[in-house]
Nanobody, 116 residues
Framework: QVQLVESGGGSVQPGGSLRLSCKASGSIFSINAMGWYRQVPGEQRELVALSITSGAGTNYADSVKGRFTISRDNAKNMVYLQMNSLKPEDSAVYYC?????????WGQGTQVTVSS
């Protein structure tokens, strides 16, 4: 079993910043990828940012490029999402994601609200 625990969500005004953190624990042998998705009620979960372990780099949703930065601490099995210049449309529940071999795991989600 693998557990993902997120932290760092909250409320912020437009233009503000937040940093999300996620720690993976449990039966971790080889993490292929870690990243972040987000979801608003009534819509599908969408990719925000993804970091591929094999060196294939990172992927970002077009809507967050230049504003969000994903980073990892592989020694601690952690992934971070630095979110700058936040907009109201960034409001969502953000989910940590990891792929270990062929298995996908999700965190419980953390709410991010951007509002004046």
């Amino acid at each position: 079993q693998v557990q993902l625990v997120e932290s760092g969500g909250g409320s912020v005004q437009p233009g503000g910043s937040l940093r999300l953190s996620c720690k993976a624990s449990g039966s971790i042998f080889s993490i292929n990828a870690m990243g972040w998705y987000r979801q608003v009620p009534g819509e599908q979960r969408e990719l925000v940012a993804l970091s591929i372990t094999s060196g294939a780099g990172t992927n970002y949703a077009d809507s967050v490029k230049g504003r969000f930065t994903i980073s990892r601490d592989n020694a601690k099995n952690m992934v971070y999402l630095q979110m700058n210049s936040l907009k109201p449309e960034d409001s969502a529940v953000y989910y940590c994601y990891t792929r270990i071999r062929s298995y996908i795991y999700w965190g419980q989600g953390t709410q991010v609200t951007v509002s004046s």
